[in-house]
């Protein structure tokens, strides 16, 4: 029996440094590949904000 074993796709991650608009916490978050924004939670204040990745000037 042959079986069709395909690799799933994945989106490279990155490690990016983030701080909290509503705290200030400072965390790192696995942020996917082309993706401008990422939806997180904080841990501290339990807001949720959508972030927008920075960008080099």
């Given at each position: 029996?042959?079986?069709?074993?395909s690799k799933p796709s994945?989106?490279?991650?990155?490690?990016?440094?983030?701080?909290?608009?509503g705290c200030g916490r400072?965390?790192?978050?696995?942020?996917?590949?082309?993706?401008?924004?990422?939806?997180?939670?904080?841990f501290n204040c339990s807001?949720?904000?959508?972030?927008?990745?920075?960008?080099?000037?």
């Amino acid at each position: 029996m042959t079986r069709n074993a395909s690799k799933p796709s994945r989106t490279p991650t990155e490690r990016v440094g983030i701080s909290c608009p509503g705290c200030g916490r400072h965390d790192y978050v696995t942020w996917p590949g082309g993706q401008d924004t990422y939806h997180w939670k904080c841990f501290n204040c339990s807001k949720e904000f959508d972030l927008t990745r920075k960008r080099p000037h």
